[in-house]
């Protein structure tokens, strides 16, 4: 999935639209880049991205 199809499939179920999306992706990636070259890289990417995430999931569910 590219960057395009994430953006149109989040659009397209959030009911936001695109262009919000697209701001939104667009900074948490600088967010998200900011971290990774704070951290050093402590552990992997994909521990990083796993965590990202689960945070993002556990905060949506207490909302």
């Known amino acids: 999935m590219n960057k395009r199809e994430v ?3 989040v659009a397209s179920r ?3 639209a695109p262009e919000d999306c ?3 992706f667009d900074t948490f990636e600088e967010v998200f880049s900011e971290e990774i070259a704070r951290s050093k890289w402590k552990g992997t990417i994909f521990e990083c991205v796993y965590d990202i995430l689960t945070r993002i999931k556990n905060k949506k569910t207490i909302q």
Do not use: E, M
Request: aromatic fraction near 0%; avoid cysteine; proline fraction near 0%.
């Open 7 to 9: 953006i149109s499939a």
């Open 14 to 16: 959030s009911g936001i």
């Open 22 to 24: 697209i701001k939104v």
